[in-house]
């Protein structure tokens, strides 16, 4: 791990992975998650130049100046700045996608193209507001343990769950490590995001869609109206797979994601 200084004291820790590149693979991880989230996949993106990035509050990376995609945002395009990238293939999971879909609005010129890694444009809807709420109630309440050990379990499609009680487990055990105020902030910024259906319609640039056709969390009919925005796309949906397609199918989501890459660049 590195860290760079974006602002006053506010830090961001990156991983380089692979060749040095201009053009690199720059993948941001999901809520309550860190840079580690992306391992499995990561010899099958080999030999592309990759940057993996610890948004503010989580992994390494200091607190956020608020909780905000903007801010999260704004915190990225510093770090790759300073990186010297000047254009990128960005991919984000979940929460991460929300970000990369603030930074296509806010940086376009400095995309070759975004992966939606199991996210979508839509704002949340009022139950999902009240759900979160909820835990923020709980995260002040110092029970941030408990509050990512019932996170984690309902990501996975229920077969894999199952099955690889070991994966869950260690994500568990990496989420507890977070800090609350950086779990509170990503909540605050899922809350306050816009729609991003016109940033999608005007796309920039190409966008890829990863989907599992098992996410709980994102309704598999909402996710392909989504993927039908864009005026360059490429869609993938992955059978037997819920919200965490880097562990659930590492070979398979790698392989997609190269072969986005390689038709952008």
Not at 78 to 96: D, F, P, R, T
Not at 185 to 211: D, N, S, W
Not at 229 to 251: R, S
């Amino acid at each position: 791990m590195k860290k760079i200084q974006i602002s006053g004291q506010q830090e961001i820790a990156y991983y380089l992975d692979g060749p040095a590149g201009a053009l690199p693979l720059v993948l941001i991880h999901g809520f309550c998650e860190d840079a580690s989230v992306w391992d499995p996949i990561l010899p099958f993106l080999e030999p592309l130049p990759l940057i993996r990035l610890d948004l503010p509050g989580f992994g390494g990376s200091g607190l956020p100046v608020s909780g905000s995609v903007e801010a999260y945002a704004e915190a990225i395009h510093a770090a790759l700045q300073l990186l010297e990238v000047k254009k990128c293939v960005l991919v984000g999971h979940s929460l991460g996608g929300y970000v990369a879909q603030e930074y296509m609005q806010r940086y376009p010129e400095h995309l070759g193209g975004v992966v939606l890694f199991h996210s979508h444009p839509y704002p949340d809807s009022a139950e999902r507001i009240e759900i979160r709420r909820r835990g923020i109630e709980m995260l002040r309440h110092g029970k941030r343990d408990l509050y990512v050990t019932q996170l984690f379990p309902g990501l996975f499609a229920p077969a894999f769950a199952a099955a690889h009680p070991e994966v869950v487990g260690a994500l568990i055990e990496n989420g507890k490590k977070q800090h609350p105020e950086g779990i509170i902030a990503a909540i605050e910024a899922m809350i306050g995001r816009p729609a991003y259906l016109k940033t999608l319609e005007q796309a920039p640039c190409p966008v890829q869609f990863l989907l599992g056709a098992e996410d709980a969390l994102i309704p598999l009919d909402n996710a392909l109206k989504a993927a039908a925005l864009p005026p360059v796309c490429d869609l993938h949906v992955l059978p037997g797979v819920g919200h965490m397609g880097m562990w659930e199918a590492p070979e398979k989501c790698g392989q997609f994601v190269r072969g986005f890459y390689d038709m952008v660049f």
